[in-house]
C-alpha cells in the first residue's frame, strides 16, 4: 500500500532563511502526481506547489521548490526567504492510481522573526 | 467559479447522538468528492470517497457512513458517536481532472464530548 511519511512533526526557521521540509513515500506505480498542501492557522487548505512523476525537472512556484528524486520516493518542499506567512502545517500527499489522494501526517513550521 | 462548502463549522456532540455533516460544491458537475479527517498527530486520513450518485468508496473501517444524494452534495453520517470520532473533518473535491489537485471545504469541527 501507498504510504507517505513526513520524519519532521516540527520545524522552525528565522525570517528570510531557507528551510526544507522533508517527505518520502513509497509505491509501485510508475506514473503519479505529488503535492504540498499548507493549512494555515484559519485551517483553510491550499496547494502549494505539486510534481508529476514523469517530470524529471522540479517544480517551482515563486519561493517554493521541490526536490524531486524519484529513484530514492523522496519529495521535499524549499521554501526560499521565509515569510511570518508561510507559519502553518504543511501536508506532502500522493495520489493514488485510483484517484485517492494519501497524505502525510504534516510539518508545523514556526517562523521565527 | 467553483466553490465548496461544508457545515455545520462547529459541533458539539453527546457520545451516543447522530452525526450529520454536509457538504456541497458550486460551479461544477459531477465533482469527485472526498471525506478526511484530521485527528492530532494523524495527519488527514482518507474517510471515504465518490465518484457519482449513490457511488460511496470506503477507506477505512469506522463507525461513519457517508452518502451522496445529489451530483454536489456529500454528506458524513454516523448513527452513534464515539469519542474517538472527535476530529476536524474536511471534504473536498478533485478540481484538476489530469492533476488530481484537491479543493478543500472550511473544515468542521467535531467534539464528541
Known amino acids: 500500500a501507498q504510504t507517505v511519511t513526513q520524519s519532521q512533526p516540527e520545524m522552525s526557521v528565522q525570517e528570510a532563511e531557507t528551510v526544507t521540509l522533508s517527505c518520502t513515500y513509497d509505491t509501485s506505480e510508475s506514473d503519479y502526481y505529488l503535492f504540498w498542501y499548507k493549512q494555515p492557522p484559519s485551517r483553510q487548505m491550499i496547494l502549494v506547489i505539486r510534481?508529476?512523476?514523469?517530470?524529471?525537472q522540479n517544480a517551482t512556484e515563486n519561493r517554493f521548490s521541490v526536490n524531486f528524486q524519484k529513484a530514492a520516493k523522496s519529495f521535499s518542499l524549499k521554501i526560499s526567504d521565509s515569510q511570518l506567512g508561510d507559519a502553518a502545517m504543511y501536508f506532502c500527499?500522493?495520489?493514488?492510481?485510483?484517484?485517492?489522494?494519501?497524505f502525510g501526517k504534516g510539518t508545523r513550521l514556526h517562523i521565527l522573526p | 467559479s467553483q466553490t465548496i462548502h461544508q457545515w455545520p463549522a462547529t459541533l458539539v456532540q453527546p457520545v451516543g447522538s447522530p452525526l450529520s455533516l454536509e457538504c456541497t460544491v458550486e460551479g461544477t458537475s459531477n465533482p469527485n468528492l472526498y471525506w478526511y479527517r484530521q485527528a492530532a498527530g494523524r495527519g488527514l486520513q482518507l474517510l471515504f470517497y465518490?465518484?457519482?450518485?449513490?457511488?460511496i468508496s470506503s477507506e477505512v473501517p469506522q463507525n461513519l457512513s457517508a452518502s451522496r444524494p445529489q451530483d454536489r452534495q456529500f454528506i458524513l453520517s454516523s448513527k452513534k458517536l464515539l469519542l474517538s470520532d472527535s476530529g476536524f473533518y474536511l471534504c473536498?473535491?478533485?478540481?484538476?481532472?489530469?492533476?488530481?489537485?484537491?479543493?478543500f471545504g472550511e473544515g468542521s469541527r467535531l467534539t464528541v464530548l
Open positions: 500527499a500522493y495520489r493514488r492510481r485510483d484517484d485517492k489522494i494519501i
Open positions: 465518490s465518484v457519482g450518485i449513490g457511488q
Open positions: 473536498a473535491w478533485r478540481g484538476d481532472f489530469y492533476t488530481g489537485e484537491l479543493f
Open positions: 510534481q508529476e512523476a514523469y517530470k524529471q
